[in-house]
């Protein structure tokens, strides 16, 4: 399985992005998926993941603002990021594994995207 981001670049706190995932070289869509990110110098920390069966899950610090969805049809995942703000800065990843849901930690996932960049400035 291929991940690759895009989307990202640099918004004023208060703006929106929206990241996009295009998974290819899988003929079966029974993987979780989510939506990572990573500050130099800290562990990669989950951001929203979504289970086989459509349940999602956000961390704390992005629940009400983010929304990760899924597009089976298109193998695509997205992450609508609202009311952004400067601690959301990070390299953001796509990544998937082959459960029906979706693992807490980070290091269980096995297909990882190269990271797209997102800057949000204050």
């Known amino acids: 399985l291929q991940l690759v981001e895009s989307g990202g670049g640099s918004v004023p706190a208060g703006g929106s992005l929206r990241l996009s995932c295009a998974a290819s070289?899988?003929?079966?869509?029974?993987?979780?998926m989510g939506w990572f990110r990573q500050v130099p110098g800290k562990e990669r920390e989950g951001v929203a993941t979504?289970?086989?069966?459509?349940?999602?899950n956000y961390a704390d610090s992005v629940n009400g603002r983010f929304t990760i969805t899924q597009d089976n049809a298109l193998h695509t995942l997205s992450l609508q990021m609202n009311a952004l703000k400067p601690e959301d800065t990070a390299m953001y990843y796509c990544?998937?594994?082959?459960?029906?849901?979706?693992?807490?930690?980070?290091?269980?996932?096995?297909?990882w995207g190269q990271g797209t960049q997102v800057t949000v400035s204050s």
């Open positions: 979504i289970d086989v069966d459509g349940t999602t």
């Open positions: 990544a998937a594994v082959r459960f029906w849901r979706c693992p807490a930690r980070v290091d269980q996932y096995r297909f």
């Open positions: 070289g899988a003929t079966s869509t029974s993987y979780c």
